[in-house]
């Protein structure tokens, strides 16, 4: 026997139904997952980054902490605010779309029975079933925007992101990140204050990378490679330019 869910459910009159599921599925629509990821390396590779560079121009101590700190609330502000903008931006025209959606059902049945017929029709059914399928989803008024949603927009209209939570979980994975790169100036500088940053930088960004190997199912070596790369990229590129602008200072 297949590995699966069984799952309770309501229907519209209270009566209980069961809806039996494969496998569950992680949720890569709302937003969140994906701001956490992203702001977790963003805040380690910019970060590292920017301490590298400082350091290289100007190894003191309470230089490279200010930049550090200024960096991180900088980086984990501006990720944040824009996850927000730019998911509650997709969450406004989906929702604009569904008001546009739910108004058609409403003024024009016959021409959005005929419209999910088609699709159906596309699918392989023949023109009666098709038929009798899209007039019983017009049956339910809610049904119909859900149907029509998921078949003409790709969305689920119960849920249209979340940008507050994108946004939150934006700022405090890049604050995470941006602060490990950052701590071993807390308690020292010079060469060894450089050296523990790159290596708890490369160390976090690897790990990263597992994880998010993990979460796609992806080649762990491959993902945690690519992160490493680009971070040593990065830092490489800052380290350089600072040590150049260190000797014209």
């Known amino acids: 026997m297949p590995d699966g869910v069984l799952e309770h459910a309501h229907d519209h009159d ?17 937003g969140t997952a994906r701001a956490t990821v992203f ?9 590292v980054a920017l301490i590298l560079g400082v350091a290289a121009a100007e190894p003191d101590q309470s230089s490279v902490i200010i930049a550090g700190v200024a ?5 984990a502000t501006s990720m944040a605010a824009g996850e927000y903008v730019s998911m509650k931006a997709q969450s406004e025209l989906v929702e604009r779309e569904l008001a546009i959606e739910r108004r058609s059902l409403r003024r024009q049945p016959d021409a959005e029975i005929e419209e999910l017929a088609a699709v159906y029709r596309e699918r392989g059914l023949d023109d009666e079933q098709a038929h009798e399928m899209a007039t019983a989803v017009m049956d339910d008024p809610e049904v119909a925007l859900e149907v029509h949603a998921r078949e003409e927009l790709g969305v689920d ?22 602060l490990i790169p950052l701590l071993p ?43 490493v790369t680009w971070a040593v990229v990065a830092c490489s590129a800052t380290f350089a330019i600072g040590t150049w602008l260190g000797t014209l200072t």
């Open 14 to 30: 209270g009566d209980h139904s069961h809806r039996y599921m494969v496998h569950r599925h992680r949720d890569v629509t709302g």
């Open 39 to 47: 702001g977790v390396s963003d805040g380690l590779v910019s970060n």
């Open 71 to 75: 960096g991180l609330l900088a980086g």
């Open 157 to 178: 209209p119960s849920d249209t992101g979340h940008p507050v939570a994108a946004a939150a979980s934006s700022f405090v994975a890049f604050a995470l990140g941006a």
């Open 185 to 227: 100036w807390f308690f020292g500088s010079g060469t060894a204050a450089i050296v523990a940053s790159s290596v708890l930088g490369l160390i976090a960004t690897a790990t990263v990378g597992i994880v998010l190997a993990r979460f796609t199912e992806r080649s762990i070596v491959r993902t945690a490679l690519r992160q």
